[in-house]
């Protein structure tokens, strides 16, 4: 690239523009789907249920311990696909640019974005990119549409969910929310964690193996008792979540307990909640912990039929107490999923 | 809604998030393929090849006349798909949205973006909203991905293109970039001049049904100009056009005429340039003059083999010269699509 920032020039359709995605978007994304001189593409799949999701990245600092923007897309879209019970297979990119912004940050977070979608087994078919004017853009906007297959008879959903079904979480919460608030070094907190952005892909198959699963949610927005609400919601059962069993880092409570944040309200970025059938939880359980992203697995809590006229999420607190997990109405760490 | 303004809250997964998922999207945008409880859609396609298409959109106004954003991004997204032979289906829609943005303007802006693709035949599935920071985000941005159904069979592209083909557009040229211009009052001009903006399939269409297209491509940023120069760059053909020909309104004249703009370099969103073999010209010709969007279809220009070691597009010029409509490397008038 011959220029070192972005300018309004850069989102024309001039040559400009080409240059950028010839030298910087195709460099890193090219694949024999991806047609840069196209707007669109084609494709062609596998048999099974065609599965679609869409997502907007924005998110500050852009790059975070664990990764950046980038990486936080591709692992974000493929875990929504992966709830679902499908395999991700291809991304459209829309990237919004703000006029001003640095021509190497764009190169490490495309980079980094190829990187993962190759290890993951996924890549971009199509993109599109928009120039902000500066002071209008914040840097940097990625919208990313996943599409997955899913193989025929998967039954996935609420309306799968059974009073006594056991709820498992894959791993430690919060470290997401956590890493994020760390890199922005407002609180005069340092420390070693990273952020658990990941894919969940292998997770989720294992458990669709195993035929033992109702329902899967990742705890982004909102974390764990975001997702407990809306299986509440969703199902019209009570959730009773046990302190004592949900893996949360000491790092985590101690910066939490310092700025009164709850870490089930933090996002996660790498995790998996699951509702299974009581009897195959166990082998659920083992199964997860066998992969490298489960070691931390474990048995949070269970499915009942509401007690109160309402159903709720409870929490059997540490020291033996019950508490309600409301849902949040608005969130002590914006931007940051 | 209780509230009147967008608050970083309705982008944080928390209640005030689901109020405006519940009473704004999904009352303009519902339909049995989107599950506002879930992050992603399962959808069912018919036989023949997918085809998918992503493009960001920002424009200032977000209201003009002839649409706005919402009417905008339908149109600009059904159009790289139509030109691409496919049969648009499936949006999904992610909102960056401002902190403070007006909710009732978000709505008006939801509900055209509903209205236009009902009565285009199409239907959102899935869709995300973030929220940005006050001050970061130039008001609303939309990413739209398309998803539609090519026919087999269907051979479209830069290498179907032959020498001695006849290239035609589909109604005046810079409508959408001047009418643009005249909504800012920035120049001290009034006009009752429109937005060209809506869907070109129907001209796709029977374009297709002719069986005598070998490219088309709809000229939005960098306008005619911008296409000519795709073509030969794709090609590596001549592209000659007749100025005389080539449809552009006397209002669209007068403004560009006064501003120093070339109105070939200004973007439509409504009309679509296609290169069709020469037997077949007059016949495309009329099937387009025949349809409502097609009434002022005129046939511009021909591919030529190459004479200069370099392909170049040419313009004949309405006085008699001749020369050459290089690429554009920047843009006068930035973010009008």
Redesign the interface.
């Known amino acids: 690239m011959k220029d070192s920032h972005i300018s309004?020039?850069h989102?024309?359709?001039?040559?400009?523009m080409?240059e950028l995605i010839e030298t910087l978007f195709n460099r890193h994304l090219g694949n024999s789907n991806l047609d840069i001189?196209?707007?669109?593409?084609?494709?062609?799949?596998l048999p099974g249920?065609?599965?679609?999701?869409?997502?907007?990245?924005?998110v500050d600092p852009l790059e975070f311990p664990g990764g950046n923007i980038g990486t936080l897309a591709v692992h974000g879209t493929i875990n929504?696909?992966a709830?679902?019970g499908?395999y991700p297979k291809?991304f459209?990119?829309?990237?919004?640019v703000e006029e001003g912004f640095n021509i190497s940050v764009l190169d490490r977070i495309i980079e980094s974005f190829a990187l993962t979608a190759k290890e993951t087994g996924t890549t971009v078919?199509?993109?599109?990119?928009?120039?902000?004017?500066r002071?209008?853009?914040?840097g940097i906007?990625l919208?990313v549409?996943?599409?997955?297959i899913?193989p025929q008879g998967v039954q996935l959903?609420?309306n799968e969910v059974k009073p006594g079904d056991t709820i498992l979480v894959s791993g430690p919460v919060g470290d997401h929310g956590v890493a994020i608030m760390l890199a922005r070094e407002q609180f005069g907190f340092r420390g070693k964690l990273k952020s658990d952005a990941a894919s969940i892909q292998p997770l989720t198959e294992v458990l669709l193996e195993l035929a033992c699963v109702r329902f899967m949610?990742d705890p982004?927005?909102?974390g764990l008792a975001?997702v407990a609400n809306?299986i509440v919601?969703?199902t019209g059962f009570d959730v009773s979540l046990n302190e004592t069993n949900i893996p949360v880092r000491d790092s985590v409570y101690t910066v939490c307990d310092a700025l009164g944040y709850d870490p089930l309200y933090l996002a996660c970025e790498g995790r998996v909640v699951a509702v299974v059938s009581p009897e195959k939880a166990e082998k659920a359980l083992s199964c997860w912990q066998a992969l490298p992203s489960g070691k931390e697995a474990a048995i949070i809590g269970t499915i009942s039929q509401n007690r109160a006229p309402q159903p709720y999420v409870t929490l059997k607190t540490t020291l033996g107490g019950e508490r309600i997990l409301a849902?949040?109405?608005?969130?002590p760490l914006?931007?940051i999923c």
């Open positions: 309004l020039a989102g024309n359709g001039g040559s400009y080409r001189n196209s707007d669109a593409a084609c494709i062609n799949l249920e065609l599965v679609v999701t869409t997502d907007g990245f924005t929504d696909l709830v679902m499908a291809h459209t990119l829309s990237v919004f078919i199509t993109g599109d990119t928009k120039v902000l004017r002071g209008e853009g914040g906007y919208s549409t996943g599409i997955g899913r959903g609420f949610r982004t927005r909102g975001t809306e919601r969703g849902e949040l109405s608005d969130d914006p931007r």
